[in-house]
């Protein structure tokens, strides 16, 4: 069965830092893996999406690489802003019923002004 | 780009009622379509993947009488909480993808917050 985890759970960092989350998952028969951003009480922004044959993605200040082997990903982000404060959630894509997700607990992300 | 509008928003309702939640793809036709749920703090739980004109899969433990869904159109999905007990209250999330591939964009609503009193 499936399972993906983020660590830090939370992360509070000041203005200007750079940062990295992670995300790792325990089966790599995965078909993509994505990241969402997800305010308070809201739905979920697609971030990046790397397919399962890629090894990065980059978006602005966003960069996501994947290492399936290692059942790893990071997603990096550069030069926080305090409105880059959310809820940041990493899945994978498994084959069946439909290519469906499955989630990590998500990483908490708080930038100080 | 692609939007799905789910509704409604908020809803609260007495304990034994029966709540729909609506999900709209409002630009793309949606092949497949999923349910999940969301407790505070935690992650998103896969409820059911539907699939236009056919039976909704659920996973394991989710109760397919309670949690009611259907797939009538390729524009329209809705997910009826029956018998509604404070236990249900959750904030509950669909998403839509508009092809078969599946690196194709997943979309998603902005979530309905149900409040069983």
């Known amino acids: 069965k499936q399972e993906v985890t983020q660590i830090p759970a939370a992360l509070s960092v000041p203005e200007g830092e750079n940062l990295v989350l992670n995300c790792s998952f325990t089966?790599?028969?995965?078909?993509?893996l994505q990241w969402f951003r997800q305010d308070p009480g809201k739905g979920l922004t697609s971030l990046l999406l790397i397919q399962s044959s890629q090894r990065e993605q980059t978006s602005g200040r966003l960069n996501a690489s994947l290492d399936k082997s290692s059942g790893r990903s990071t997603l990096y982000i550069a030069a926080s802003q305090p409105g880059d404060s959310a809820t940041y959630l990493c899945?994978?894509?498994?084959?069946?019923?439909?290519?469906?997700?499955?989630f990590g607990q998500g990483t908490e992300l708080s930038v100080k002004p | 780009g692609a939007v799905v509008s789910q509704h409604p928003s908020r809803v609260i309702c007495k304990s034994g009622t029966s709540v729909k939640i609506e999900c709209r793809s409002l630009?793309?036709?949606?092949?497949?379509m999923f349910w999940y749920r969301q407790f505070p703090k935690q992650s998103l739980m896969l409820m059911a993947t539907s699939n236009e004109g056919s039976k909704a899969t659920y996973e394991q433990g989710v109760e397919k009488d309670k949690f009611l869904i259907n797939h009538a159109s390729l524009t329209l999905s809705t997910l009826t909480v029956t018998s509604a007990h404070p236990e249900d209250s959750s904030f509950y999330i669909c998403s839509a993808r508009g092809g078969t591939d599946y690196n194709s964009p997943l979309h998603f609503g902005n979530g309905t917050r149900l409040t069983v009193t």
């Open positions: 899945a994978v894509g498994i084959y069946n019923q439909g290519g469906k997700l499955i």
């Open positions: 089966d790599s028969a995965i078909y993509n």
């Open positions: 630009d793309f036709q949606a092949t497949t």
